[in-house]
């Protein structure tokens, strides 16, 4: 791997990267208040449009290497929060929403199993059951004869076959598809 040497433009975008990483650092610590009037502002530091981060935090007598959370928050966001309503107001916040549904939908129940026809009860348990069966028996039954296999596989066509052949064959011209 080629590494470029010491005097490359490449290897000063690394120093700007560590020195904003260590600034970075240095604002998401915590830091007591009281530190903060302490610590320089930028037009006291003479830094410019943020291309220089400014001293490290280690390099500022009497201030801490952290800030808190009102230094970091340049919209006010928790001051504004606090002062203008107090946990617990009247006003109605948008996790306060309630549906106001007037409709009480209640599905109607599945019909019964009991009354589906045999032969279309059978078609489902060999479509359904067909590549199920051949999956344990590959699984599980590594020496079965090639005649139980073809007709495993046998049942499950014909089965697919069966319920296709049951399927309506007009589309009903009413129907807007609208219902389940």
Do not use: C, H
């Not at 209640?106 to 067909?130: H, K, N, Q, R, Y």
């Not at 139980?148 to 697919?160: D, N």
Request: proline share 11%.
């Amino acid at each position: 791997m080629n590494r470029p040497g010491p005097d490359s433009p490449d290897q000063s975008a690394n120093k700007d990267d560590d020195a904003v990483w260590l600034d970075l650092v240095a604002r998401l610590e915590s830091m007591p208040s009281s530190a903060l009037d302490e610590a320089p502002t930028a037009e006291e530091t003479g830094s410019d449009s943020g291309t220089d981060p400014g001293p490290g935090p280690e390099e500022v007598p009497g201030r801490s290497s952290s800030r808190s959370f009102q230094d970091f928050d340049p919209l006010g966001l928790s001051k504004r929060g606090a002062a203008e309503e107090p946990a617990g107001s009247g006003e109605p916040g948008p996790r306060d929403y309630e549906v106001e549904d007037g409709n009480d939908f209640v599905p109607e129940d599945p019909p019964s199993l009991a009354g589906t026809e045999p032969l279309t009860m059978l078609a489902w348990i060999g479509a359904v059951g067909g590549p199920l069966a051949l999956l344990f028996t590959a699984m599980f039954w590594r020496s079965a004869p090639l005649l139980a296999v073809m007709g495993i596989l046998a049942i499950f066509l014909a089965s697919v076959v069966y319920l296709i052949m049951k399927l309506p064959e007009e589309k009903d011209e009413n129907d807007d598809g609208a219902r389940v």
